[in-house]
C-alpha cells in the first residue's frame, strides 16, 4: 500500500503540467480587459520543472521470549508456599532504508507531446486522475499554479528587469523568445471516447451507476469496451442497453466536469471581476456589471440542478429491482431515463454557454466605464536590459505517511509454567514516508550544447528538504 508506483507518479505530474501550467500558458484574455498583452503566461513554456522523490522506510521487529518456573513447596500452618523462578530476553532489530529520485522536465518537451497527440494514449492511460489519496493521485497543483501566478494576472508582476536583492538574477528569458511572447494558440487533440469499462473508472458515484446498471441489465463484458459506434451497428436489445447506459454514464460524466468548470469561473473570473469594478468603477456605470454577475451566479446555479437531474435519471434505473432477464418495462425505463439525461445535459451545455455570455458582458460593461488606455509604446529598436520572469519559481512539497504495526502476544499457563512473562511476545511495525518535491522555473540553456544550469530549481529543492530536517529534529 505504501509503495509509490514510480511509473504512474511521473506520468500524474506529466499529465498535471501539461493540463494544468501549459493550459495556463496559453491562455488568453479579451483585449479589453489586458490591451498590453492578451496572454501573460506565455513565459511558462519555456519553463522546465525539477522534480525529487524522497522514500524512507523505517522496519522494526522485536521479540520478547520469556518464562517462568513454579515450584509448589510444603504448606505451613494453612499457608500455601511456592518456589518461582523466571527467565526472559528480548531481541530487536531495525532497518531504515532511504530512496531519492531526481529528474527533470522539459515543458517545451511536454507540449510537443501533446502537440503529437501523446498524451492522450494508452501510455499516458489518456491522462485519467487516478482515484484515491495515494501519492500518486490528486498533486494539487492547479491550486498551487492558481494562486502563484496570481499577481501576473493581475499585472503586479510582469516581465521586466526585476529580480530580488542579495541572491543575484534569475535566469533571463532568451532574446530569442522574446518575440515569440505573442498571441499563439495551442494544439489540443480531442478527447478519445470512453467505453463504459473506462467511465467506470471515474468518479465514485460513477462507479456506483455502472456496477447497478451493468448486473441489473445483464451487459456482457465485451460490450462494455465498445464504442457508441460499435453499439449502434448491434441489433440485440443488450446492444442497445449498453449504448443507453454508455450515454448514461458518458452524461454523468461530463455534467461533473462541466460542473466544475462553470464554478472556476464564477470564482476565479467573475467574482474577482466585480470586485475589482466596485473598487475602482464609478457608481454610475456599476448596475450592468451588477446585472452581468447576477446573470452568471443564477445560470451557474441552473448548471448545478442539471447536473442533479442527470444524476437522478440514472438513479432511477439504477435503483429499480432486478429482474432476470430485464422486463420490457425496464427496457423502457432505460430508453427513458436515458433520453431524459441527453435533454437535461443539453440544457445544462446552454446554461453554461449564458455564464461564458454574461462574463463576456461583464468585459463590455466594464470597458465603458473604464479609462481608455494608452496605446501600447511602439517597441524599442535597442535590445534594452536582460528581461526576466515575473515569477522566478513555483515549488511544492507533498509528504505521504503510511505506518503499519501489529504484535503476536500468545501465553500458556501451565501448571508449574507460565509464558511469556512480557506483554508482548513478537511485534512489528513498518513507517514508510514518502516526499515529492516539484519545483518549476526556468532553467539556463548550457554553454557549447551542454546540460542546462538549473541552480535556481536546486535552490529551491535544498530549502524545501533543509525545512523538512528542521522541523523533524524539533522535540
Known sequence: MAAVDVDMLIKRIKCDLNRIVLEKAYTQFPEEVRPERRQPFLFLRSWAAKVRLTVAVDDTFAVSPGASYTQPLHTVTNVA?????????SLSTEAVRQEDLEFLLSFKDIDAENDSGRMNTGLYEYCQQPPGLLLESDLGLDRLIDAALKPVETGVLKPGNNFGPGVGPPPAIPKVDLPTVTLEKRKVEPRP???????????????????????KFNIPEDLTKQTAEQLNKGQTQADQNAARIKQILGNATEATSIETKTQAIINNVIKPRYGIAQGTLDSSCIKPVTEAQFEAIAQSSNVSAFVINIDKAAESVADRPNAAPPSPADDDALKA??????????????????????????????RTCLRKTEK???????????????VSTITETINFYVT?????????KLVRVTAPTAGTFLSGSRKDTNTLILSMGRPTPGQNGGPPNTSAMDSQILYSILGQAISASRP
Open 376 to 390: 501600447i509604446q511602439e517597441a524599442k529598436k535597442k535590445e534594452g536590459p536582460p528581461v526576466f520572469d515575473p
Open 404 to 412: 503499519v504495526t501489529g504484535n503476536v502476544a500468545p501465553t500458556w
Open 337 to 366: 431515463a436515458a433520453d431524459k439525461s441527453s435533454d437535461d445535459f443539453n440544457k445544462l451545455v446552454a446554461a453554461r454557454d449564458k455564464v461564458i455570455d454574461a462574463s463576456n458582458t461583464m468585459t463590455v460593461a466594464m
Open 193 to 215: 471516447e470512453l467505453t463504459i469499462s473506462q467511465l467506470q473508472e471515474g468518479p465514485e458515484k460513477i462507479r456506483q451507476f455502472s456496477t447497478k446498471l451493468i448486473q
Open 81 to 89: 508456599q511456592t518456589f518461582t523462578l523466571g527467565a526472559g530476553g
